[in-house]
């Protein structure tokens, strides 16, 4: 019996990467794998993907534990470099920040680097969050151009506040601020995250930039995986340790916040918020176990939930439970914690072991 652990399909990464990539048609894939690939595991994640144009990441620590591991594909620093002592790690290990601020680019120009950079100038269309004002992009832009540091012309971005709902009028006024400067720019650009590029928002784009479809997840509330044509990558597992029956009346877990209404069995599992299962699911939530769906019952523990399994149940000691994967979409889970997949999926703890299988 094995405690708590994630399998990892990658059969499912490859037919969402070919149908990302066959959408994209012409367009460049930079595949996202910041947050050790949205908890699939970075450096494997990106072995598997040897087809992709480029990869992003946040942090420079990521980048360079891609480096060390042997990926020698184009590197894309979504945050850039954080200070100046960091540029010539850049130039060294072939990273490319996207500038997004006037501090990056004066210590871009008060530099000599060995070996110019690639970058990617981001714009603030509307999200208030990274990018230069509107006003300052073609200034920058040019800046950016006649720098010895900078190699090419740079990619000019953007990223959408609300490409998850279809139609939103953020996302028009977003594509109208960007189109109008990149008429005066020409040159790449990169404008869509997985639900701009699945809803087509962006169609001039050059980089498409997919994170959460390509684990097989969908980034609308209102759509799984499946109504998407994406195969769930991940699926989280943990084996059921312990059962036992209660009266009526009787509590489960801490606080005793859960009560039996009736006379029922309870199945305990090898999971808790400690590999990353959110603590605040409530009592309900929940939990596939040998082809039907349990109930979650009382406080997730650090290393236990409670499932109600009722007394006519054939879940025994030894049964596999499936807290998210193709039989239970992470995305209904998001829906149950109040939270989004991405968290889920990031928040996979370090010891939950990762078995990565070609289905
Ligand atoms: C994380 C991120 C993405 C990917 O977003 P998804 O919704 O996971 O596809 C794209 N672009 C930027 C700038 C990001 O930070």
Request: with cysteine.
């Amino acid at each position: 019996m094995r405690p708590a652990w994630a399998a990892i399909d990658l059969d499912a990464l490859r037919h969402n990467y070919q149908a990302l990539r066959k959408r994209a048609g012409d367009a460049s894939i930079l595949a996202i794998l910041k947050a050790n690939a949205y908890g699939h595991g970075l450096i494997r994640i990106a072995r598997e993907l040897s087809d992709v144009d480029a990869i992003g990441v946040a942090r420079v620590d990521e980048a360079l534990a891609l480096r060390n591991a042997g990926i020698t594909k184009p590197i894309v620093l979504l945050e850039g470099f954080f200070e100046v002592e960091q540029l010539p790690v850049l130039a060294a290990s072939g990273l490319q920040p996207v500038i997004h601020t006037e501090y990056q680019l004066q210590q871009l120009e008060s530099v000599s680097l060995s070996t110019p950079l690639k970058v990617w100038l981001k714009v603030d269309t509307g999200m208030h969050r990274l990018g230069v004002e509107p006003e300052q992009a073609v200034p920058f832009y040019r800046r950016l151009e006649a720098s010895p540091n900078v190699q090419g012309v740079p990619v000019f971005m953007t990223h959408f506040a609300s490409a998850d709902t279809v139609g939103s009028e953020q996302t028009s006024h977003q594509l109208a601020v960007f189109g109008s400067l990149h008429e005066v720019l020409q040159g790449p650009v990169s404008l869509s995250n997985s639900a701009a590029f699945l809803t087509a928002a962006a169609p001039q784009d050059n980089w498409v930039r997919p994170g959460l479809a390509m684990y097989g997840v969908s980034p609308f509330v209102d759509k799984v995986s499946a109504d998407l044509d994406l195969k769930p990558v991940m699926t989280l597992q943990a084996s059921v340790i312990s059962t036992r029956t209660i009266a009526a009346g009787e509590r489960v877990g801490y606080g005793g916040t859960w009560q039996a209404a009736q006379r029922t069995r309870i199945g305990i599992l090898a999971i808790g918020y400690g590999d990353g299962y959110p603590r605040h699911a409530p009592a309900g939530t929940p939990v596939f176990i040998e082809g039907q769906r349990y109930p979650l019952v009382g406080r997730v523990s650090m290393d236990m939930i409670a499932v109600e399994l009722g007394l006519d149940s054939n879940v025994e000691i030894g049964s596999t439970g499936v807290l998210w994967g193709p039989q239970l979409p992470v995305e209904e889970i998001a829906g149950w914690v109040d939270t989004i997949p991405y968290e889920l999926l990031c928040n996979v703890a370090r010891r939950v072991v990762l078995d990565y299988a070609d289905s």
